[in-house]
């Protein structure tokens, strides 16, 4: 079975700083993660996602995830906050050894970004 | 996106009475996916499609059921609602020849 954690339910962060939304996973296979963000009463957008190779990886609006095999971790980031990028984000994997799987999805993290 | 239309939009029933949500997709993707959503559970899938009438159950799919007849139309069926199905349902599309998943706007379903 495969698994998201999201351990923060809200990250605040002042407007001009870094910002960092964790997430931890679990998978059988190798790891395709996914990072998507929601704003009020929008379906989800797709960020970024890591599939293979480099583990930094650059994704819309500025923001990138770095994949940590070792820690099983997918951590998105941000060098410099917006108040426009409050949202809620979801992280998500599947076990990229193929077959009709969907997503799992954390739970979300809310982001206040704050003026 | 990725020509994903979900249907209707909102929706309000009542108790016991059997409700359908359609998800429409014009460019042929195979995999398709029911999710809901809930404060505090992200979104859990109920049940997916790898084709035609291939269909199977996901994480949360006890009092839900699909079809799929064709390949542009994933039905999600809730044959006696319950309160408890109150939700924001979203349909997904797994993109043909590569890794990527586009989501639907949504279905906001009130069961009273």
């Known amino acids: 079975a495969q698994s998201v954690a999201q351990p923060e339910d809200q990250v605040n962060v002042a407007e001009g700083n870094p910002l960092t939304v964790k997430c931890t996973y679990s998978?059988?296979?190798?790891?395709?993660l996914f990072w998507y963000v929601q704003y009020p009463n929008r379906g989800l957008q797709f960020l970024l996602k890591?599939?293979?190779?480099?583990?930094l990886v650059k994704g819309s609006y500025g923001f990138e995830a770095e994949f940590n095999k070792s820690q099983t971790s997918f951590h998105l980031k941000k060098p410099s906050a917006l108040v426009s990028d409050s949202a809620l984000y979801f992280c998500?994997?599947?076990?990229?050894?193929?077959?009709?799987?969907?997503?799992?999805f954390g739970k979300g993290t809310h982001l206040i970004i704050q003026p | 996106d990725a020509g994903i239309t979900q249907s209707p939009r909102h929706k309000v029933t009542e108790t016991g009475t059997p409700v359908t949500l359609r998800c429409h997709q014009t460019?042929?993707?195979?995999?398709m996916y029911w999710y809901r959503q809930d404060p505090g559970h992200g979104l859990r899938l109920i049940h997916y499609?790898?084709?035609?009438?291939?269909?199977d159950k996901g994480e949360v799919s006890d009092g839900y059921s699909v079809s799929r007849s064709k390949t542009e139309d994933f039905l999600l069926t809730l044959e006696s609602a319950t309160s408890s199905q109150t939700s924001v349902y979203f349909c997904?599309?797994?993109?043909?020849?590569?890794?990527?998943?586009?989501f639907g706007s949504g279905t906001r379903l009130t069961v009273v």
């Open positions: 997904a599309i797994r993109e043909t020849g590569g890794n990527g998943y586009t």
């Open positions: 998978v059988s296979g190798n790891p395709y």
């Open positions: 890591y599939i293979t190779g480099d583990n």
């Open positions: 998500a994997v599947r076990d990229g050894g193929g077959g009709a799987d969907g997503l799992t």
């Open positions: 460019e042929n993707h195979r995999y």
């Open positions: 499609s790898y084709g035609v009438k291939d269909t």
